[in-house]
């Protein structure tokens, strides 16, 4: 398997995170914004609006943002993927009905790992993809990246969306993202 799993940080943050990360005092990482392309719209405002706003029922057209975080010591990660470019025929079938019964539209022009190339960034210098939670709209496409590209996902994943699809016809990941 590809993914590694992060430890849920509650009341001991600082120090956990210390000892998990070895954060020295003062460090920096720089952080670029990635315009993932996507624009996501279409589906009624209560998907993700509670409580009811009046005038508003549709959400409007929204970006789906991905980020690129580089370290001092050259370790780069993409902190989520966006939607892929061809998302009804990327996903898992479980993920196509969401989207199609939510009535989602979404234009996507190009994988983060093209645009990645197009800034002159190799994706096979990605040490690890952070998902921050696995919704389609972060997702992506994982296999736009070599198989040496490290999927970081939080506790619990495996219980929650192992085995993939076809495996698990019900699951909203593919097998292939992990195999």
């Given amino acids: 398997m590809r993914f590694s799993s992060i430890l849920a940080i509650g009341a001991a943050a600082p120090a956990l995170a210390k000892k998990l990360f070895d954060v020295p005092p003062g460090a920096v990482a720089k952080v670029s914004i990635i315009d993932s392309t996507v624009r996501l719209g279409g589906a009624p405002d209560s998907i993700l609006i509670t409580p009811k706003l009046e005038g508003f029922d549709v959400l409007p057209t929204l970006p789906s943002l991905s980020f690129l975080i580089e370290s001092?010591?050259?370790?780069?990660?993409?902190?989520?993927?966006?939607?892929?470019?061809?998302?009804?025929?990327?996903?898992?079938?479980?993920?196509v009905e969401?989207?199609?019964?939510?009535?989602?539209?979404?234009?996507?022009?190009?994988?983060?790992?093209?645009?990645?190339?197009?800034?002159?960034?190799?994706?096979?210098?990605?040490?690890?993809?952070?998902?921050?939670?696995?919704?389609?709209?972060?997702?992506?496409?994982?296999?736009?990246?070599?198989?040496?590209?490290?999927?970081?996902?939080?506790?619990?994943?495996?219980?929650?969306?192992?085995?993939?699809?076809?495996?698990?016809?019900?699951?909203?990941?593919?097998d292939s993202y992990f195999t």
């Fill in 72 to 95: 001092p010591a050259g370790k780069k990660a993409v902190f989520d993927l966006a939607v892929p470019f061809d998302p009804l025929n990327s996903y898992a079938p479980a993920v």
């Fill in 98 to 174: 969401q989207i199609l019964v939510a009535g989602f539209e979404a234009t996507v022009d190009k994988h983060i790992a093209d645009i990645l190339k197009d800034g002159g960034v190799n994706p096979a210098s990605i040490n690890s993809v952070i998902w921050s939670h696995y919704h389609y709209d972060h997702i992506g496409d994982i296999r736009t990246f070599p198989f040496t590209t490290e999927i970081v996902v939080g506790p619990g994943f495996s219980k929650a969306y192992l085995p993939g699809y076809p495996t698990n016809p019900n699951s909203t990941l593919r």
